[in-house]
């Protein structure tokens, strides 16, 4: 069973810094790309980041380019999101999610989220 | 960018009813769309990808159709457990990729 687990939310204050985990099991996750997306209070969802396969690749969305880091260690089978320069309009629930394949479709399995707080 | 625009934000139905929600792209993509489904509290739920295939283990009365910039999700007969909020999403190239609004079924 494919199984997505984040961690690493909190309170942080803006300027600040965070970073978030999403520990996986079930599948062989060096041959999936996977993606961050988020979905701030009582809002849709948004794409935030996601990172092929091999590590190689990755792209962001305009809101977070330059203060987010998107990285891999598929020996620990675990994916990461580096925030800094938080700001109030980053606060929101980060999900994690598993790319259907290699390449860069749709996400077929999602994690259940770890909330980001922004406040002073 | 691609821009992603659901139609209606709120829709009102019974148990029974047939449901379609729209969704809009500002470019053609092709028919690189996927469908989600997420309760309050929850994580979204693949339903549909590529316009119109269904993911394994999603009931048959849910369905997509569409390509170009005109999408629907259609639920045939809504059941109790079908009242959730419904995002349509493109995967056309390399991400940054867009979601609809999102639109909300309630009773």
């Known amino acids: 069973e494919v199984q997505l687990v984040e961690s690493g939310g909190g309170l942080v204050q803006p300027g600040g810094s965070l970073r978030l985990s999403c520990a996986t099991s079930?599948?062989?996750?060096?041959?999936?790309?996977m993606h961050w997306v988020r979905q701030a209070p009582g809002k849709g969802l948004e794409y935030v980041s996601g990172i092929s396969g091999n590590g190689g690749s990755t792209y962001y969305a305009d809101s977070v380019k330059g203060r987010f880091t998107i990285s891999r260690d598929n020996s620990e089978k675990t994916l990461f999101l580096q925030m800094g320069s938080l700001r109030v309009e980053d606060m929101a629930v980060y999900h994690c999610a598993r790319d259907f394949s290699s390449g860069w479709y749709y996400f077929d399995h999602w994690g259940q989220g770890t909330l980001v707080t922004v406040s002073p | 960018d691609i821009q992603m625009t659901q139609s209606p934000s709120t829709l009102s139905a019974s148990v029974g009813d047939r449901v379609t929600i729209t969704c809009r792209a500002s470019q053609s993509i092709s028919s690189w769309l996927a469908w989600y489904q997420q309760k309050a509290g929850k994580a979204p739920k693949l339903l549909i990808y590529?316009?119109?295939y269904l993911e394994s283990g999603v009931p048959s009365r849910f369905s997509g159709s569409g390509s170009g910039t005109e999408f629907t999700l259609t639920i045939s007969t809504l059941q109790p457990d079908d009242f959730a909020t419904y995002y349509c999403q493109h995967y056309k190239g390399y991400p940054p990729w867009t979601f609809g609004q999102g639109t909300k079924v309630e009773i």
């Open positions: 590529k316009a119109s």
């Open positions: 079930g599948f062989t996750f060096s041959t999936y790309a």
